[in-house]
């Protein structure tokens, strides 16, 4: 009954949030009294917290493994884009394989990261282990950049990763059916490669020549502004 109640409460929240539900909802969805509900789970807040927790144990293990073997793999000098894949592509292996339930945990975590009253201190309780042992190791593949840099390439991965795996449906519309926002597997073939190269980049580790930085690149936009 316990893993029902989690998975029934997991699809509500992960579409109508923590205050869109109520243990009376999760209960009728089950089919049952509210009162089984308050058996297991003093309140909602309390049922919301044991939702996010079970998942969460499960990816920061299966990624921090990763992490760890690719780092003794590569004997401590790692790509970016091969510490990028062990972090993002391990996370989108369970909602591609994982079926209808990671996907809703998947909307749920966009949900608590973007909520800043008391999302912010879930996602640092649950998930800063894992997010420093990915920044160590891109420390260790870019280490003349500065770390405030890193931090914010860091900072960029992670807000498009939220986008995606609330799978709003926006990319759907704007690209005419061409992308899906529930498709995956093509995030998994393109995040990663695209993240490295604004890390590269803000880095100043790449990039390609007679190619402009961003300085000159101001000045020209300034230029063509001033003339116009």
Known sequence: M?????DTAEHLF????????????????LGVHHTLINYYFD???TLFDAVF????VVTNKRRMKVLDEYDKATEGRPSVEGALR???DTDLDLYIAGGEGWKNYAALGAQVANTPEWGAEMMD?????????LIDLLKKALPDCAE?????????????LMLTLARAGR???LSGGLCESDDFVAVKERMAAFMTAGFLVLCGAARPSGEPDAAAGEKILASRTLTR
């Open 2 to 6: 316990m893993g029902k109640i989690l």
């Open 14 to 29: 992960s579409r109508h949030g923590l205050y869109g539900v109520t243990l009376k909802d999760v209960a009728k969805r």
């Open 43 to 45: 309140d909602k807040k």
């Open 53 to 56: 927790a079970r998942r969460a």
């Open 86 to 88: 062990a972090f993002l």
């Open 125 to 133: 309780r649950h998930f800063d282990p894992v997010v420093l042992r």
């Open 148 to 160: 405030e840099d890193i931090f914010w390439g860091y900072h960029f991965v992670t807000g498009a």
């Open 171 to 173: 990319i759907d519309k």
